[in-house]
C-alpha cells in the first residue's frame, strides 16, 4: 500500500522561499519518478520537477526557470522541493507523486500512478 504525505507548505510574501517535503511509504522499488505537481484553481495540474531515484537524473517544469529545486534527502527518505524567488504565481496546491514503471513524459501527470493529498502554498505580493 504506497502512501505519499506532503508536508512543508504555508504562506510566504513574493520572493520568499518554502522547502517541501514528500515522504513516502509502501514502496518496493528501488527505481521510481519521484515528482511534485502543482494546481491553481481553475487550472490544470502542471508538472513542477522530477527526481529520478535510479540515477538522481530530475526534470523542471519551463515556468520554475533555476529558482526550484528537487533533491532526494536519504537520510529521512523524503524528496524535497526547495523553492526560492517565490510569486504570487505560484500559489497552488503542490503534491507529490510516484511513478513505478518509469514510463512515459517524467512531467505529465497521466505518467505517475500514486498521489499524495497535497500541501497548499500562498504566496503574496
Known amino acids: 500500500h504506497v502512501q505519499l504525505v506532503e508536508s512543508g507548505g504555508g504562506s510566504v510574501q513574493a520572493g520568499g522561499s518554502l522547502r517541501l517535503f514528500c515522504a513516502s511509504s509502501?514502496?518496493?522499488?528501488?527505481?521510481?519518478?519521484m515528482a511534485w505537481f502543482r494546481q491553481a484553481p481553475g487550472k490544470e495540474r502542471e508538472g513542477v520537477a522530477m527526481?529520478?531515484?535510479?540515477?538522481?537524473?530530475?526534470a523542471y517544469g519551463d515556468f520554475v526557470k533555476g529558482r526550484f529545486t528537487i533533491s532526494r534527502d536519504s537520510a529521512k527518505d523524503t524528496i524535497d522541493l526547495q523553492m526560492n524567488s517565490l510569486n504570487p504565481e505560484d500559489t497552488a496546491m503542490y503534491y507529490c507523486?510516484?511513478?513505478?514503471?518509469?514510463?512515459?513524459?517524467?512531467?505529465?501527470?497521466?505518467?505517475?500512478?500514486?498521489w499524495g493529498q497535497g500541501t497548499q502554498v500562498t504566496v503574496s505580493s
Open positions: 509502501g514502496i518496493t522499488s528501488s527505481r521510481r519518478r
Open positions: 507523486a510516484a511513478d513505478l514503471r518509469v514510463r512515459g513524459p517524467p512531467l505529465a501527470p497521466t505518467s505517475y500512478g500514486y
Open positions: 527526481f529520478y531515484t535510479g540515477n538522481t537524473q530530475t
